[in-house]
């Protein structure tokens, strides 16, 4: 985990000094509602901005679906939600993916002060 790196200073605003950063891997069976990922390095993540990026960025490559994330903070911990849309559907419409296997999938957890 990286502590106390300066990050680069952002179309005018002050660099924000990067508290953490956390590797993990997707479940191996998606559950409905998303997933949480507990921060124990700090009691609450209020005071940070917190930044949920995928690895690989195409969560999978494999199939007709587009994916999204979000996420949501409460406490030390960080909900993940991942949505996809089939593509050759008509409509397509996004839902989440309950049963689907994302353990190849890292997601990179970044906490920074606000």
């Not at 300066?6 to 508290?19: I, M």
């Not at 124990?40 to 949920?52: A, G, P, Y």
């Amino acid at each position: 985990m990286a502590v106390g790196r300066l990050l680069p200073e952002v179309a005018g605003e002050k660099p924000g000094r990067l508290f953490g950063m956390y590797e993990v891997a997707g479940p191996s069976s998606y559950p409905s509602g998303g997933f949480e990922v507990v921060v124990e390095d700090v009691k609450s993540l209020e005071n940070f901005i917190v930044k949920v990026t995928p690895n690989p960025t195409q969560l999978r490559e494999d199939d007709n679906y587009v994916y999204s994330i979000s996420w949501s903070v409460t406490g030390n911990k960080v909900k993940i939600v991942i949505k996809r849309a089939d593509v050759t559907a008509s409509p397509a419409s996004y839902s989440e993916p309950t049963g689907v296997d994302f353990s190849g999938v890292k997601f990179i957890i970044e906490f920074v002060e606000k």
